[in-house]
């Protein structure tokens, strides 16, 4: 045996010989680039979670801001459809004089006709403005649109119906203005 195959013999001898402390950090030599990985997924794992977090906020504060703005909005188409609410209850008593003028018997045709029209034109800016008259004569009562005022026999009119209306009510869209006085069918 040459020297040559002597020293390779010794060299193989001692790697199969390294004592168990050697042979993990040679195995650990490679374990840098898991560990490395693993932090890598880690904090990846982290900033996702972080992430969607962050969009879970976003789309909360966007549906509340959404939210607001229409409520805003409803507000305000609220305030300006019944802001006229006192300005027109101050007129009705106006038209309540119009038609009472309208059910006398005047000689001159003329004056009928002068009242009719200042009473068509009150009528229609009332109604572009939202206030609409209540149906109330041969209706059934309903107590959110009508005042009872008086209970009569009703003849041909059935139980529970107007009979007459004395004062007419208005609404303005869905909203009572002022109810409908009426005479109702016992």
């Known amino acids: 045996m040459t020297m040559t195959d002597r020293n390779e013999e010794s060299r193989l001898d001692l790697e199969h010989e390294l004592p168990a402390s050697e042979e993990t950090e040679v195995a650990e030599a490679g374990a840098p680039e898991n560990q490395a990985q693993g932090t890598v997924d880690t904090e990846y794992a982290k900033v996702k979670a972080e992430r969607d977090t962050l969009f879970d906020r976003l789309a909360r504060l966007q549906a509340e801001f959404d939210n607001a703005r229409k409520r805003q ?7 300006r459809d019944y802001a006229l609410t006192n300005a027109i209850q101050t007129l009705l008593p ?3 004089s119009l038609d009472r003028a309208l059910q006398t018997q005047q000689e001159g045709p003329e004056f009928r006709k002068g009242v009719e029209l200042i009473d068509r034109q009150f009528h229609d800016a009332l109604s572009k403005l939202g206030v609409e008259p209540i149906e109330a004569k041969g209706q059934p009562f309903d107590p959110t649109l009508h005042q009872a005022v008086q209970m009569v026999d009703g003849g041909t009119v059935p139980a529970n119906h107007v009979v007459d209306e004395l004062q007419r009510g208005y609404k303005i869209r869905e909203r009572l203005l002022r109810p409908a006085m009426v005479t109702v069918s016992k």
Request: hydrophobic fraction near 30%; proline fraction near 0%; charged fraction near 40%.
């Open 73 to 79: 909005q409803k507000e305000q188409q609220d305030f």
């Open 94 to 96: 106006i038209l309540d």
